[in-house]
């Protein structure tokens, strides 16, 4: 069996495609389950945030495996395969190992460096372990990957090269103002009550806004998070809870708006935010934003579609597959490495208890967002065939940035300042062409991130990845082995006993001394005729292309296959029962 990734992320696809194929929580289970029922997979695991969805599997036949796995993310996604492949990219064995541990790392994340990944890579294992869709494979690979993302963080400087995407994106708003001067005084309206927005309303306070309102479609989540605000004892921020009903009128009074939902469909319309500029104080030299029809119009030529006439509500986020969702880091007092940096100070333990909370919530008030389509994926064979070819030669399907430029056009300072976090959108992207407004989402972060200086430390990392890519290779290569050198030495262990028992009936005369004697004898000539070339091959396997020291063994010795199965079903079994969670 062999380690195979199909995916896409941000570095390889447009961010509207990520959007459409954004998995629930609920799609991701049958997924798992659907993959591991395939022929070619006997394990399964998916990493699904904003930033990436990628299905890892253990499969039998590489062809097999890119066609199947491929076309699980496509029905399980409902973007049809068509449009999919030109944005997917396949790993394969030590390419895909190097690929995740990479990941773990934060070297692949929008923004390098950041350290919100290793708490989504451990759900990730949480929940294939809870589905026992993950086996051995999967599990040393996954949580191998957990500990060189913690050894790159604290063992170089990786941290200073990344940063939680609610801080990156305020400085984004900012536009190279410093964060606190841009922020203090201002009014600021935060949507949604999970895990994410619970850091976005903590930062703001810690920048020195005056005042934080907290909407939220459940009220009671959004009066715990205001609490928890109000009480903190190092800011003087403001805090209060509002319904979702009121976030028209609370936005005409916001001078920014942070929105994180897990809404099905827009939360804030070009037409909501247009009136919510026309609606505020924004000044005498505050410029006159295009109406909201205008608005409506340009987009509806540029993209061929009209988006809802208003917020539709939906669910919290709640850390459903957002690269923000700040799953909590053994040795941290809060979110994440970044999360506990940027709320340091700020009742971290509660904003932690209360992410907690909200992820206890009701999941059934979590609806769909879109149906299985199995039926798109019924004549794909031909862009699944296309795709396996490409990854035959190329070793994979390179993995290039296509990002959707949002124009930039030179106008005065904004009235409203906008941070979209959620994926699928939360905020409508012709809010871009408001005049009086800024909006920065995750394409337009993805977009500067993609120019941010990389810091010394990265290469560091990369060398680290590259030795425990190599470490984990021969790790497994020996592990492969072992069975049968155990097979073997099981077979040498029935010899002796057999043969002891042979001259026992033909020599009935000797004592039991003499007995001892004769079958230590025999045992120190099997041991170590068998020592020398048992630990040689254990080395030699250990080497890139050692797999076939371990057939050469079996067909050498005529070791029996299922008692080599045997051994090795066993020795997963003892490893699953000992393996704890990282």
Known sequence: ??????????????????????????????LLQDTVAAEPAAEAAVLATCNRIELYADVDKFHAGVAELSTLLTRHSGVGLDELTPYLYVHYEDRAVHHLFSVACGLDSMVVGEGQILGQIKDSLARAQELHTAGRLLNDLFQQALRVGKRAHSETGIDRAGQSLVSFGLEQLAAGTAVPDWARGKKALVIGAGSMSSLAAATLARAGVAEVVVANRTVERAERLAQILAAAGDTDVVARAVTMDAVPAELARADVAVSCTGATGLVLTAETVAAAVEGREAGPDA???????????????????????????????????????????????????????????MAAAELEQHAVWVDQGDAAERAPRRPDNAADAVDDAGAIAALAATVAVT??????RKPEPVPAVPRPAPAL??????MPRDVDAAVHR????????????????????????????????????????????????????????????????????????????????QRGEIRQ?????????????????????????????ADALRTLFDLDPETVAAVSRADGGADEKNRGPV
């Open 1 to 30: 069996m062999s380690l195979l990734v199909v995916g896409l992320s941000h570095r390889s696809s447009p961010v509207s495609v990520l959007e459409r194929a954004a998995l629930t929580a609920e799609a991701q289970a049958k």
């Open 287 to 345: 410029p006159r934003t295009e109406s909201a029809a205008d608005v409506r119009t340009a987009a509806t030529a540029t993209t061929g579609t009209t988006a809802p006439a208003g917020p539709q509500a939906g669910g919290d986020r709640d850390d459903e597959n957002c690269p923000l969702d700040l799953a909590t880091m053994p040795g941290t007092a809060a979110f994440s490495v970044q999360g506990e940096a940027a709320v340091a100070g």
């Open 395 to 400: 070793g994979r399907v390179p993995e290039r």
């Open 417 to 422: 300042y906008v941070l979209d976090l959620a």
């Open 434 to 513: 408001l005049a009086g407004a800024r909006l920065v989402d995750i394409e337009s972060l993805a977009e500067a991130s993609a120019d941010a200086p990389m810091a010394a430390d990265v290469e560091e990392v990369r060398r680290i990845v590259s030795d425990e890519v190599a470490a984990f290779g021969a790790a497994q290569r020996a592990a492969h082995i072992t069975p049968t050198v155990v097979a073997l030495r099981t077979m040498a262990a029935d010899v002796v006993a057999s043969e002891i028992a042979r001259l026992d009936g033909r020599l009935p005369g000797l004592d039991e001394r």
């Open 521 to 549: 004898a025999v045992h120190r000539v099997v041991d170590k005729l068998l020592h020398a070339p048992t630990v040689r091959v254990k080395q030699l396997a250990a080497e890139p292309g050692g797999a076939g020291y």
